[in-house]
């Protein structure tokens, strides 16, 4: 919608909220990243969500709540990486820099029947 007369664009009026609130909104949008990385490689390898949620063998709603999610299970984001032909891995990182390295199989993480 380009040029309503008197429009105020996001931007603006973010702009002018209290810092506070700014803080809260950018936390919530670092917290969506991953879903979107995850819907990202979804579309640029050609699958939609009703596809990987067949995959999956989830619902597709599961699939478009995964994606928008601001907190997800990790065996949610095993089985959609599985699904789409990746995988997941969790890195756990310590005050001093050491990594451990997790690759998450979602059987593992969610035994077989609870799905």
């Known amino acids: ?58 619902p597709q709603s599961n699939v478009s709540r995964t994606e928008s999610s601001e907190d997800m299970l990790l065996s949610s984001v095993a089985r959609y990486m599985r699904a789409l032909g990746g995988s997941a891995e969790l890195i756990l990182r310590s005050p001093s820099g050491k990594e451990v390295r997790i690759g998450i199989d979602p059987d593992r993480v969610m035994p077989q029947g609870t799905r």
Do not use: C, F, H, Y
Not at 23 to 41: F, S, T, V, W
């Open 1 to 58: 919608m380009a040029g309503l007369k008197g429009a105020v664009s996001w931007k603006d009026v973010r702009r002018e909220l209290p810092g506070d609130v700014q803080d809260r909104l950018n936390e919530k949008r670092a917290l969506r990243l991953a879903g979107e990385a995850m819907a990202e490689m979804r579309k640029e390898a050609g699958v939609t969500q009703a596809d990987l949620a067949t995959k999956a063998e989830i």
